[in-house]
């Protein structure tokens, strides 16, 4: 019996234990909020043991990692969430193995991550990132509230991409609780536009709890399954 094995199956039950109190804290059925363990920086080996524990969905944030990850481990039943920044460039390629780009923030990425799904003759689906970032700050991640729409529209209309809802961080430095207030007004604004993309994708090990009473029908949950993460973040 592995020690690693045994050290993410404690961790994950322990995540599972606080996403269902968090859950019914806030009236919900701990079973709609699932469960995605972002495992970069962390070996293929590593996704192995999570699948067999039961894992069903994972996060990656660089594109040459999770592609030759997600290659690695292309025997397993996962779902491959690609959840970092995007770079123009390789939008095509992220969405020939990636099956939900949860951090879709432009209009240019949209016709490429179309393309390279076509190329793969099937659907991905997509989250459209918001900024909760403050106005004005520098290297802000996620569309801004006010040009959310368009881009939505723009996913929408692409033949080859699924719509399924938003993906939001909280910003560094301001309460998650505050910010993911913020997020839920903004999320049910593009429910009266979207009313099927139901999905909403928030919470990381630190702030699950508050993302889950805003709504987050999906946590990414990194280092308190996997421990803190090797070298720089
Ligand atoms: C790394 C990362 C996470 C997971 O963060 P932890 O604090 O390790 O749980 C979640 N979302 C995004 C976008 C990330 O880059």
Redesign the pocket.
């Known amino acids: 019996m592995s020690a690693r094995l045994e050290e993410l199956r404690t961790n994950l039950a322990a995540v599972h234990d606080r996403i269902a109190r968090a859950a019914e804290s806030a009236g919900r059925d701990p079973a709609d909020v699932d469960l995605v363990v ?1 495992t ?1 920086f962390f070996p293929a080996s590593d996704v192995r043991l999570l699948s067999d524990l039961g894992v069903s969905d994972v ?1 990656e ?1 660089r594109h040459q990692e999770a592609e030759a990850k997600a290659a690695e481990c292309a025997d397993l039943p996962l779902r491959w969430h690609f ?2 920044g995007l770079q123009s460039n390789k939008a095509a390629a992220v969405a020939r193995y990636a099956d939900v780009v949860e951090s879709v923030d432009r209009a240019s990425l949209v016709g490429r991550l179309d393309r390279g799904a076509a190329e793969t003759a099937r659907e991905v689906e997509v989250l459209v990132q918001v900024s909760l970032d403050p106005p004005g700050r520098d290297n802000r991640a996620g569309v801004v509230p006010e040009d959310l729409a368009a881009l939505a529209a723009q996913v929408d209309t692409s033949p080859h991409l699924a719509l399924r809802g938003l993906m939001a ?1 909280a910003p560094l430095g301001e309460d998650p609780v505050e910010a993911f207030r913020r997020l839920a007004a903004i999320r049910a604004e593009f429910l009266e536009q979207h009313p099927s993309a139901t999905r909403l994708s928030a919470g ?3 702030d699950l709890e508050a993302a889950v009473s805003a709504g987050a029908t999906h946590v ?5 399954v996997l421990g803190s ?1 090797p070298g720089v973040q």
């Open positions: 972002v970069k996060g944030n959840i970092g961080v990381m090990s630190g990414r949950i990194g280092s308190a993460r």
